[in-house]
């Protein structure tokens, strides 16, 4: 159980171009969705929250106009990048809990890697 | 501002002895700890936790020891196996964050034979 997918599992695209990236949790309701990037040898760092039903709490530095958040279920969150530049270019996770307890366990998707040219 | 540190990119142990992965924190209002495990081009893998009510918590070969008045935390693997190679992160969660996770900067575990 507690299965994350994501899909794509990666993408090349054109600079100024925008992509749209999918996160569903398989077999459980994720009231809560995260969004991480992770640049090569360095950690995940969270980019927003997203609960369903609301807007998405994006970390400080984070552009919400340019990476927009959706989270229309509670089995599917999106991200798209939008005018994508080569400096977008990352890993990009999500992870889903199963409830709005702060202990709920986040449970990783594959993640999806972007590569903008 | 780097709160959770992991401050060996790297560590290579021989198959069958203990690996011991530190990480450290800054800020004093996390109260639970994380262990996770990354195999390249995946998501982060769940492996054990600890509140910070506790000192220890143990699950199979898996043990993590948290020092609070140290602000450190350590997980033993033992007997290490060729599968446990991987990147280990360690992450933490304060009540003010609710579900937030702060991720320290990985440390890659290569088993060798």
């Known amino acids: 159980g507690a299965v994350v997918s994501q899909h794509p599992s990666w993408v090349i695209c054109k600079s100024g171009t925008s992509v749209k990236i999918e996160c569903r949790s398989l077999d459980f309701q994720a009231t809560t969705m995260f969004w991480y990037r992770q640049f090569p040898k360095q950690s995940l760092m969270l980019m927003a929250t997203?609960?369903?039903?609301?807007?998405?709490?994006?970390e400080q530095g984070v552009e919400k106009d340019k990476f927009l958040i959706n989270h229309a279920s509670l089995t599917l969150s999106t991200l798209t990048v939008t005018s994508a530049h080569p400096e977008d270019s990352s890993f990009y996770i999500c992870?889903?809990?199963?409830?709005?307890?702060?202990?709920?366990?986040?449970?990783f998707g594959p993640g999806t890697r972007l590569t903008v040219l | 501002d780097q709160q959770v540190k992991q401050n060996s990119p790297s560590l290579s142990v021989q198959e069958g002895r203990i690996s011991i992965l530190n990480c450290d924190y800054t800020n004093s209002m996390f109260d639970y700890f994380l262990w996770y495990k990354k195999y390249p081009a995946e998501g982060p893998t769940f492996l054990i936790s600890?509140?910070?009510?506790?000192d220890k918590n143990e699950d199979g070969r898996f043990t993590v020891f948290l020092n609070k008045s140290a602000k450190h935390l350590s997980l033993h693997i033992v007997p290490s196996q060729p599968g446990d190679s991987a990147v280990y992160f360690c992450?933490?969660?304060?009540?003010?964050?609710?579900?937030?996770?702060?991720f320290g900067q990985g440390t890659r575990l290569t088993i060798n034979p």
């Open positions: 997203s609960n369903e039903g609301s807007k998405a709490t994006y």
């Open positions: 600890i509140s910070s009510i506790k």
């Open positions: 992870s889903a809990a199963p409830g709005a307890n702060r202990r709920s366990t986040q449970y």
């Open positions: 992450a933490a969660r304060g009540w003010q964050g609710a579900q937030k996770l702060v």
